[in-house]
Every structure is written in C-alpha cells, then in structure tokens.
C-alpha cells in the first residue's frame, strides 16, 4: 500500500500550518512532519524604531495574547534602563497578568480543548466545536463561561483601558495608579472569577478523570514524551507567570539549571531546518540531536504543564491542592501530554486566586507607580510565563535607545521539537494498515492541540491569520488525503 494523507484544515489551534504524515508499504506511518509555513518577519522591522514603543508595537504581534507580549517587552526596556521599579508597578503588573491568565485559559479550554472530552474525539466533525460543547453541558454553562470572561474583560479595561492591546505597563512602571473604587471592584469581580475557576476544575474532574477511557487516553503512551521542562519559578521554587529565575529539570524531574533572564543564551541555542519557519530551541551544553526526547536530547518543552513539573507547587490553596492531585494522578515529573489541559485548568484556578489576593493587597493603591529613566539604554532581556509557555524579548539599543538587534523566543518556538514528536508519535501508533478515519486524524490533530500552539507569534507573521493543512502520503509521495484551513 502506497499513501499520502493531507488532512486540511486543521482546526482549533491558533496559526497557519501543515501536518504531513508519509507511510510505508504496508500502509503504516513512517513519518510525520509538522510544518509552519508563515513568514517570520516581526523582529526585522521594530529594528530602527525607539525601544520605549516596544510593549505596545509587540502587543499587535498577536490578538490572543498581546498580554504576554506586552509584559515581556515592558520588562526588556525596564532592563535596558535598568530601572528598579516601585513595589506598587510590580503588584499592578502582576495582577493584570493573571487577569489575562484567566481570560486566556479559560478560551483555551472551553472553544478549543473541551471539545475533544465533552463532545468526544471520534464525534462528527461538525459537533466538536463550542457549540457542540454547549449542547453536551447546557445553554446555562455556556452562559457562566460568557459572563466570567466577560468580568475579566472588564477588569483589564479597567486596569489598561482596553483588554485587547493593553496599555497598562509603561518603562519604568505602569500608567496609572488605582483608586479605592477601583481596587474594590477588582476583589469582587476576583471573587467571581475564583468561583468560576473551581466550577471549571470540577467539570475536568467530572468529564475526564471520572471517565476511564478518557483517562487511559491521558495517561496512555500514544501522547507521551519524556523530555526536559523549562518554566519560571520564584525565589521559593513556586509557579510564577510574571517574574522569577528560568529553571530547567531533566525528565527524571532533577534540576538541570536555575539563571536569571539575561544569561539565557548561555542555557538556550536555535537551530534551524529547511522545511519550516519555525525554530527548534535547544538546551546548548546537551547540542541539537534532532527531534527526539530522552535524557540525552537538548529538546525541552513550556507552557502549562511544563510550570507544574519545574516547580515546587503553588502559592495558593486551592490550586494547590489541586496540584498535589495531579501529581499523585500522573507523577512528578508528568511526561503525559494530554496533562497540558489538566496543568491549564488548575492555572486557572491558581491565577484567580492570586487576582483576589492582590486586590486586597495594601501596597496596590499605592501612589508610587513609575520611576524615572535616568541611565544610557544599552541592553536588556524580559521573560514571563505566556500561557503557552516561557517567552523571552531580548533587545539592544544605541546610546539614543534606538533598536539595533531584537530577538523574540515564544513559547510556540520552545514547544517545536515537542509539537512535532507528539504528533509523529500519535500518528504511528494511531493509523494502521492504511486505516484513517476522520476520528483518528482528530485524534492526531490532538496531540498538537494540547500545546496550545500559537504560530502567529511563533513566527510573528504578517498577515496573523493561521490556516493549516494535513497531508498524508504514500510511499511513492503520492498525497493521499489532505485537510485544509484557509
């Protein structure tokens, strides 16, 4: 048997890509590929411009989350000035931050994950979307979703004017300090936004973990790899979205490195392949060894579930909890994909309560919010944890604080050498004999979707649309069946 399968489109992931899939003779896979076909371009032309408009030139890089954009840039220009900012800026910047989380993870998981769970990955194409969620959960659920995203979206507005292309971190600090009013409105929508948060935990507990099957399916081999992770953490070794040191385990979960932000290039290398524009980032003392996991790859992975196997735990006590069921479920350090959704559930939980704790914090209406830039820019590097995973803006200036080279690191990036080994994996245990159905080619578009991938900002494309397609193909290179998103 000689095949080539395309499956187009590919659908619920944010981005423009191609999945290839090649077998045998006998109709099995012999290899899948994971292409991205968009235009890196971003970093090329912020070259030129003055360093002060990068948090709001790279929050237009990508419409899902501008946030994290927003925060990292703001931090890489704090660092080129080196400016210390006031307690207040930081405990403002933070609490809009895991506004965002909410608001970015909770999307995630109902329009683009649940779907898979709660309608079932072998449903008809046409019902495994939101509105199919809807229909399996009830018009009332979708309606609690609605109005908790609709409170985040308020309380961003509220904090940077706008939810969408923020203006709330400014070099130096943030724009605007907070007023009693404002810091009260902020705790009761936090309250909402912590009940929502376990509404959502409880429905992942019930749907997933309390169905066999779907639990085979996330502890199973067909989406498992043993590799490195890489997250922030704070000075306790906890999960920390804004600020902290990057550390790395190894996939026995002992630590392979801690650094600071600004020795990054020291830990992490880009290696390059000819057939997509995408970058594989590296671990540099372990040296690029192709896309393979094991102890001796320098593949690492982000984002969700990566944060829970590099850190010590959370800072709050439900999340917690929430934590220590997880690792008693799936180990420590939790090499099962599938687990991303599980990690992005009690993120969000983790991040509502960290909004209700800052909104009662003192220092939060302080009036102390943004210091002066007083020293000669040169050079600086700004990491936080985007909800895909770690992201990283490194700029350097002349003495004017005109950009002369900037280099963006996203989580998309980091998460490649993974992205393509899972959906390889899942691709060979998964079609047989030539047997493909549109159930299995979902369940292979699974593996992708765990990760969350964002290609627009993986590759800062222009056009920031994503379409995406499946091949697959014969022996012979014949395209058997394709897929397309335009």
């Not at 981005?15 to 994971?34: Q, R």
Request: charged share 25%; glycine share 8%.
């Amino acid at each position: 048997m000689k095949k080539v399968v395309t499956i187009q489109p590919i659908t619920r992931l944010e981005g423009h890509g191609k999945i290839s899939i090649f077998l045998d003779e006998a109709g099995n896979v012999k290899d899948a590929y994971y292409q991205v076909v968009e235009f890196r371009g971003f970093e090329k032309f912020c070259i030129g411009r003055p360093v002060e408009e990068m948090p709001i030139i790279t929050s237009r890089i990508c419409g899902v989350c501008p946030w994290a954009h927003h925060m990292a840039s703001a931090k890489a220009v704090d660092a080129v000035y080196g400016a210390e900012l006031p307690e207040t800026a930081k405990k403002i910047r933070e609490l809009a931050y895991n506004i965002f989380y909410i608001h970015d993870h909770s999307a995630v998981f109902y329009t683009l994950s649940a779907p898979d769970f709660v309608v079932g990955p072998d449903a008809p194409r046409a019902e495994r979307n939101i509105l199919g969620l809807i229909g399996k959960v009830g018009l009332e659920t979708g309606k609690r979703v609605i109005n908790a995203r609709m409170v985040a979206t308020k309380l961003l507005e509220k904090l940077a004017g706008r939810a969408i292309i923020p203006t709330c971190a400014v070099p130096g600090g943030v724009s605007k300090s907070l007023t009693e009013d404002d810091r009260k409105e902020i705790e009761e929508g936090a309250k909402k936004l912590v009940e929502f948060a376990q509404f959502t935990l409880k429905i992942f507990e019930d749907v997933v973990l309390k169905n066999q099957k779907y639990l085979d399916l996330l502890m199973g081999d067909v989406y498992k790899h043993e590799t490195y992770y890489m997250g922030l953490v704070d000075e306790k070794g906890l999960v920390n979205y804004y600020d902290g040191k990057v550390r790395v385990v190894d996939p026995k979960g002992r630590i392979y490195a801690e650094f600071h932000p600004k020795d990054y290039l020291k830990y992490i290398g880009e290696h390059v392949e000819t057939w997509t524009y995408l970058k594989f980032p590296y671990l540099k003392e372990l040296g690029w060894k192709g896309i393979v996991d094991g102890e001796a790859s320098g593949a690492y992975r982000v984002g969700p579930l990566a944060r829970l196997n590099v850190a010590e735990g959370f800072t709050t006590p439900y999340a917690q909890e929430a934590y220590e069921k997880f690792k008693e479920t799936l180990g420590k350090p939790a090499h099962a994909t599938l687990g991303y959704h599980w990690a992005r559930v009690i993120e969000i939980l983790n991040a509502a309560e960290r909004t209700l704790e800052l909104s009662k914090d003192a220092d939060i209406t302080g009036k102390d919010f943004r210091v002066p830039l007083t020293n000669t820019p040169d050079e600086g590097v700004g990491i936080v944890e985007a909800p895909r995973g770690t992201l990283i803006h490194h700029y350097k200036t002349d003495q004017g604080g005109i950009l002369t080279d900037v280099n963006l690191i996203v989580a998309t990036t980091h998460n490649n050498a993974g992205i393509c080994m899972s959906v390889k994996k899942a691709s060979q245990q998964l079609i047989k004999g030539g047997n493909i159905s549109d159930g299995l080619l979902n369940m292979i578009e699974m593996a992708f979707r765990a990760y969350d991938p964002c290609l627009a900002c993986g590759t800062h494309a222009l056009p920031g649309q994503m379409p995406l397609d499946v091949c697959i193909y014969d022996a012979n290179g014949k395209l058997l069946v394709e897929i397309k998103r335009p």
